[in-house]
């Protein structure tokens, strides 16, 4: 599966949704601080990008140092952000039509976490990127036809309309783990080991009496020995970087080779099935 515009708001989706199911009313307004802070060094990221090439952080260069564009994907699925510049003086003001993010809130019938993500996400890479510079998300998609986006410090400049500065453009598998790494570390930064806890849980798939098998190096294996038959949780340790989740202990052919090896024994085929050789 392709990382994408969806992906990134199915991201923010679950952990909108988690985050309410386990604090509340505290789990919702970490979760607008969890966008504001991810949108922030969005828009600073961009900052340094434009003061490094010499340009004065205006209006016309945040559109140029912008750091995405529709993806294949969206594009080819007709879901892709679609927007038309309304006036540019005395205020700037841009309607957006269609947006990939708000499909995908809207599929998974998750629009109080996407009026909570839009609502603060532009103003807040403005507000990284130049405070100054007055950008007011004034309606959305979620509630109206298109989405109105405001720019109130004045009309806008020659040069807005030269595209997105190519050097500066990342992709979704980036952007996607910016947003994951940003909502964890807010989550564990406000409630501790608590926020540091995912729970999994799955609609046909069942667990076993041992819970999942857990590995860091998919070499050794254990069973977390927690959950029930549909879910299990998890709490990441600080150095837990990867780990891995399976329905069994896994056994990869490569350690039994490794094994024989090592112990100086040989290998024989036994006989071959259609899914391959038994030793």
């Not at 607008?32 to 490094?52: D, F, L, P, S, W």
């Not at 926020?195 to 294996?221: C, M």
Request: net charge negative.
């Amino acid at each position: 599966m392709a990382f994408t515009e969806r992906v990134h708001a199915f991201i923010a989706a679950r952990f909108h949704t988690r985050l309410i199911e386990t604090f509340g009313e505290r789990g919702r307004k970490a979760f607008v601080h969890g966008t504001q802070y991810y949108a922030e060094q969005r828009g600073r990221r961009m900052a340094q990008r434009a003061i490094r090439d010499g340009m004065e952080l205006t209006y016309e260069t945040y559109l140029q140092y912008g750091e995405w564009v529709n993806s294949k994907d969206t594009i080819e699925g007709e879901c892709s952000n679609q927007a038309t510049v309304q006036s540019t003086t005395p205020d700037y003001v841009n309607h957006i039509t269609r947006c990939p993010w708000h499909a995908q809130f809207e599929e998974m019938g998750l629009r109080a976490a996407g009026m909570a993500y839009c609502w603060v996400l532009d103003s807040a890479i403005s507000q990284g990127f130049n405070p100054e510079l007055g950008y007011v998300v004034e309606q959305t998609l979620h509630t109206h036809d298109f989405c109105i986006h405001r720019l109130t410090t004045g009309p806008i400049n020659e040069g807005s309309d030269r595209g997105k500065n190519p050097a500066g453009l990342r992709d979704f598998a980036y952007h996607c783990a910016h947003s994951y790494w940003a909502y964890a570390e807010v989550s564990k930064a406000i409630f501790g080991a608590e926020g540091e806890k995912i729970t999994f849980n799955f609609q046909n798939d069942r667990l076993g009496y041992f819970g999942p098998a857990v590995s860091h190096d998919l070499k050794e294996w254990n069973w977390l020995n927690s959950g029930d038959e549909s879910s299990f949780t998890y709490r990441f340790g600080e150095d837990e970087s990867k780990v891995y989740f399976a329905h069994s202990l896994l056994y990869h052919p490569a350690r039994f080779s490794a094994l024989c090896e090592r112990l100086g024994l040989e290998e024989k085929e036994l006989c071959k099935s259609r899914a391959g050789s038994w030793y």
